[in-house]
């Protein structure tokens, strides 16, 4: 693979990761997540390339 496809990769993915972890980060902030564990689903979608990924985990809430 090129070095454009890697660092455009890349960008992206870290782009992903930061932005997730800031919108759950908000979404419990204010809310009373001490010892509940979430489901967490992504989806990853490139429509032209027919892809869609998904990736499922669990996230526990944070300590109080």
Known sequence: MSEDFNMSMRKFLKQ???TSQQAIEEAMRDADTAGKTYE???????PELGLEH??????????D
């Open 16 to 18: 992903v990761g930061v």
């Open 54 to 63: 998904v990736v499922t985990g669990k996230i526990t809430g944070k300590d």
């Open 40 to 46: 967490a689903k992504m989806v990853l979608t490139i």
